[in-house]
T-cell receptor, first 114, second 115 residues
C-alpha cells in the first residue's frame, strides 16, 4: 500500500460547491503539506502543519481551509469552489525529527471546477 | 522570500545525447535540494536529494550537483533515452526565516528526447 494516499483521485464539481480533499499517511510523519500545481507551473504551497495543533498558511491560502484531524490525516477544503481552483493538488509529508526533512508526495488529486 | 528558477524551460535533444538541466535559488539557507520527475498529468517521482552539506548525488545515469554558496544546482543526464522525456522539477527545502521547513519549487524544464 502507498505510504501517502489522497482521495478522491479525480473530481469534477460545479462553481459554488463545497469540496474536501483528503490525505492520509502511514509513514508516522508529523509534518504534512498541501500544494497545488497549475499547468506548466511548479507546485505552490497552500497550507502546512508541523503537528496536530499547528496549522500555517502557505503562499496561496485564500479560498482554502484545512483540518488536521489526526497526525495521519490532513484535509483540504474549498468552501465555495471557483473555476480558477481547477488544478492538480498534492499532499506531502515529512519527518520533523529527521534532517534533511525530505518530503514524500501523494499521487495527486485532479480537481476540475466547471 | 526564496525563489527558484529553472533553465531552460524546455529542451529537445536526440537520443543518446548528454544533457544538463539548471536550477538556481536565491536564499542559500537550505536543508536540501530535490530533483523530481513528472510525467504529463501524473504525480512526482523523487530522483535525487542532495543535503546542504553534500556536493553531489548520483543514481544510475543521473548526477546532481549542488553549490549552495552560489545558489546553483545542475542535473546531468547521461546517454538520454526517449523514456527520459518528462518535466523535471527542482525544489529547495528552506532552513531559515519564512522558508523554514517548506519546499519552494521551480517551474520545471520540459525535456523531450526524440529517437
Amino acid at each position: 500500500d502507498a505510504d501517502v494516499t489522497q482521495t478522491p483521485r479525480n473530481r469534477i464539481t460545479k462553481t459554488g460547491k463545497r469540496i474536501m480533499l483528503e490525505c492520509s499517511q502511514t509513514k508516522g510523519h508529523d509534518r504534512m503539506y498541501w500544494y497545488r500545481q497549475d499547468p506548466g507551473l511548479g507546485l505552490r504551497l497552500i497550507y502546512y502543519s508541523f503537528d496536530v495543533k499547528d496549522i500555517n498558511k502557505g503562499e496561496i491560502s485564500d479560498g482554502y481551509s484545512v483540518s488536521r484531524q489526526a497526525q495521519a490525516k490532513f484535509s483540504l477544503s474549498l468552501e465555495s469552489a471557483i473555476p480558477n481552483q481547477t488544478a492538480l493538488y498534492f499532499c506531502a509529508t515529512s519527518d520533523g525529527m529527521a534532517i534533511p526533512y525530505e518530503q514524500y508526495f501523494g499521487p495527486g488529486t485532479r480537481l476540475t471546477v466547471t | 522570500k526564496q525563489e527558484v528558477t529553472q533553465i531552460p524551460a524546455a529542451l529537445s535533444v536526440p537520443e543518446g545525447e548528454n544533457l544538463v538541466l539548471n536550477c538556481s535559488f536565491t536564499d542559500s539557507a537550505i536543508y536540501n535540494l530535490q530533483w523530481f520527475r513528472q510525467d504529463p498529468g501524473k504525480g512526482l517521482t523523487s530522483l535525487l536529494l542532495i543535503q546542504s552539506s553534500q556536493r553531489e548525488q548520483t543514481s544510475g545515469r543521473l548526477n546532481a550537483s549542488l553549490d549552495k554558496s552560489s545558489g546553483r544546482s545542475t542535473l546531468y543526464i547521461a546517454a538520454s533515452q526517449p523514456g527520459d522525456s518528462a518535466t523535471y522539477l527542482c525544489a529547495v527545502n528552506g532552513a531559515g526565516g519564512t522558508s523554514y521547513g517548506k519546499l519552494t519549487f521551480g517551474q520545471g524544464t520540459i525535456l523531450t528526447v526524440h529517437p
